[in-house]
């Protein structure tokens, strides 16, 4: 988030569901939609504002024609969010 400028993207492809669900996860808390809580990570900080936007409402997949030119692209999602200007979260560590 700090790296990233307003307007900058953020375009990410993963190759296997366990990677698609940390990805779908950090973006949605991002974005404003909250996400389920886990003891594991990290809480963040209440009342903030989106960081990201989406600009793919469900990942991004490879047509048919793609998977019989590239077999190991069958199992490729892509998922993409733009900055915007709020100011980047910060995380608080949990005891």
Same mark, same amino acid.
């Given at each position: $988030?700090?790296? @990233? #400028?307003?307007?900058?993207?953020?375009?990410?492809? *993963?190759?296997h *569901? @366990? $990677?698609?669900?940390?990805?779908?996860?950090?973006?949605?808390?991002?974005?404003?939609?909250g996400?389920? !809580?886990s003891?594991?990570?990290? #809480?963040?900080?209440?009342?903030? *504002? !989106?960081?990201?936007? @989406? @600009? =793919?409402? &469900? !990942?991004?997949?490879?047509?048919?024609? $793609?998977?019989?030119?590239? !077999?190991?692209?069958?199992?490729?999602? /892509?998922?993409a969010?733009? &900055? =915007? *200007?709020?100011?980047?979260? /910060?995380?608080?560590?949990?005891?």
């Amino acid at each position: $988030e700090k790296i @990233l #400028t307003a307007g900058g993207r953020l375009v990410v492809v *993963s190759f296997h *569901s @366990l $990677e698609d669900r940390i990805v779908k996860n950090f973006f949605r808390e991002r974005v404003g939609r909250g996400s389920n !809580p886990s003891r594991h990570r990290p #809480t963040l900080r209440a009342g903030h *504002s !989106p960081s990201f936007r @989406l @600009l =793919t409402a &469900r !990942p991004v997949r490879p047509k048919a024609c $793609e998977i019989s030119a590239n !077999p190991r692209a069958r199992s490729a999602r /892509l998922r993409a969010v733009e &900055r =915007t *200007s709020a100011a980047p979260w /910060l995380l608080k560590a949990v005891a």
